[in-house]
C-alpha cells in the first residue's frame, strides 16, 4: 500500500486503473502486484495477508466484506480464518480457532502465539461494508443507494447482487475507473459459486457497455465465454446440434412412457375382463359374447398402442445414437447407455 489517503475520500481514486482479485488458484496470480499503476482490491478474509492461506497476496489497497456483522463476526465456524473477527477490530485476544490453549488437539495451534492471537494490521485502508461500525477500523459503508440511484431509469434493473464481485465491479464503475482488470474469479459450473456467475456476467457486462471503462479479464479466464466457443447462429455448433437431437430424443421418451402407461392401463382392463369371463361360464351366451367383444377390443388397441410405442422407441434409439456419435468425437469418455426395445412380453 502507498501513502496514499484512502479514508479521507473512501471514494476518490489513487490512479486510474483497478484489479479485483478473487480465490481462484487458476488466475488469482495474474494480478499487477508489481504496477503501482494499478489499485488492488480483496475481499473477505483475504485482507490478512499474514494468514497462510493468504500469503500469495503481495499487496492490497482496498478490502470489501459485503456480508452481514452476524456473519463475519461469527466465532468458531469461520474456517477461512478463525480469527477474522479480531483482526477486523484490529484487536488482540483469546485465539478463536484454539480457544486460547494453544493447541488444536495435541499439535500446537499455528494461527496464534501460545493461545494470543496478535496480528496488528494496518488501519488506513477502506473497508467497504453494509454499515461503518465504530470497533472496525477503517470501515466504510458501502454506497449502496446511491449506485443504483445513479443508473436513473434503470435503477430497479440494475438492483441485482449475488456476490461480492458484483458489488466490487459495481463500486469500480460508480468511482469511474478507465480499466478494470478482474483475476481470480471463475464461478464454473458444477461449483458453489455457479449460481453466482450471472450476476457477475451482468456486472462485466455493464462495464463493457460503459463507453469511459475498458474491461480485461484474466488470461483463460471463463467467466464470459469459453476460449474458442463457436458463435451461435454463424459457425458449426456440434454442441447446438446435439441439443436438438436431445430435445427429439426426450420428446419420444415422453411418448413412449405415455404409451407404455396407456398398455399398463389396457393390460389391467384386460385381466379384469378375463376375471368376470371365469366367473360369468354360467352365464348367458350373449352375456359372454359381449365380454369377449370388449376383449378383443382392448387386445386390437393394444396392439396399435405397442407399434406406437416401439416408433417412439426407435426413434429414441436413433436419436441417442446420433447424439453418442457427437459425444464421441467431441468427449470421447461420453457415451450412454442403449435403451432396449419394447416387446408384447413386457405388457402382458
Known amino acids: 500500500m502507498t501513502d496514499f489517503d484512502y479514508l479521507t475520500d473512501p471514494f476518490k481514486r489513487r490512479v486510474d486503473n483497478v484489479c479485483i482479485v478473487g480465490m481462484a488458484t487458476t488466475t488469482r496470480g495474474q494480478a499487477p502486484w508489481d504496477d503501482d499503476d494499478y489499485e488492488i482490491w480483496v475481499l473477505n478474509e483475504m485482507g490478512h495477508i499474514e494468514h497462510s492461506n493468504y500469503e500469495w497476496i503481495k499487496r492490497f489497497d482496498r478490502l470489501f466484506q459485503i456480508h452481514q456483522r452476524w456473519d463475519f463476526m461469527r466465532e468458531g465456524t469461520n474456517f477461512n480464518d478463525y480469527n477474522h473477527p479480531l483482526w477486523l477490530k484490529n484487536e488482540s485476544g483469546p485465539c478463536l480457532q484454539c480457544r486460547g490453549t494453544g493447541k488444536v488437539g495435541r499439535a500446537d495451534c499455528k494461527l496464534c502465539d501460545s ?7 494496518s488501519t488506513h485502508f477502506p473497508i467497504y461494508m453494509q454499515e461503518s461500525y465504530d470497533d472496525i477500523p477503517g470501515s466504510v459503508r458501502y454506497p449502496y ?11 430497479d434493473e440494475v438492483e441485482y447482487f449475488t456476490n461480492s464481485m458484483g458489488y466490487m465491479t459495481a463500486l469500480a464503475l460508480y468511482m469511474k475507473y478507465k ?7 471463475e464461478m464454473g459450473s458444477g461449483t458453489e459459486y455457479s449460481y453466482q456467475r450471472p450476476n457477475a456476467q451482468f456486472w462485466l457486462g455493464i462495464a463493457i457497455g460503459t463507453p469511459e471503462t ?9 467467466l464470459l465465454k469459453v476460449p474458442g466457443q463457436p458463435r ?28 407404455l402407461a396407456q398398455l399398463q392401463q389396457i393390460k389391467g382392463a384386460a385381466m379384469d375382463i378375463q376375471r368376470r369371463m371365469q366367473a360369468e361360464k354360467g352365464t348367458s351366451a350373449k352375456r359372454r359374447e359381449k365380454l369377449g367383444k370388449e376383449l378383443s377390443e382392448l387386445n386390437n388397441r393394444g396392439g396399435a398402442i405397442l407399434m406406437e410405442l416401439n416408433w417412439h422407441r ?29 416387446t408384447p412380453e413386457m405388457v402382458q
Open 232 to 259: 451461435y447462429g454463424y459457425d458449426a455448433v456440434p454442441e447446438l446440434n446435439r441439443m436438438h437431437l436431445e430435445i427429439k430424443r426426450n420428446s419420444h421418451d415422453k411418448s413412449e412412457r405415455q404409451k
Open 179 to 185: 480499466k478494470i482488470k478482474v483475476v481470480g474469479f
Open 214 to 222: 475498458s474491461l480485461e479479464l484474466a488470461d483463460g479466464s471463463q
Open 115 to 121: 493461545g494470543l492471537f496478535n496480528h496488528p494490521r
Open 314 to 342: 426407435a426413434c429414441k434409439l436413433t436419436y441417442q445414437q446420433m447424439m453418442d456419435e457427437l459425444d464421441a468425437v467431441f468427449d470421447p469418455k461420453g457415451g450412454s447407455d442403449k435403451p432396449k426395445p419394447v
Open 145 to 155: 443507494e446511491e449506485i443504483v440511484s445513479s443508473y436513473g431509469p434503470n435503477a
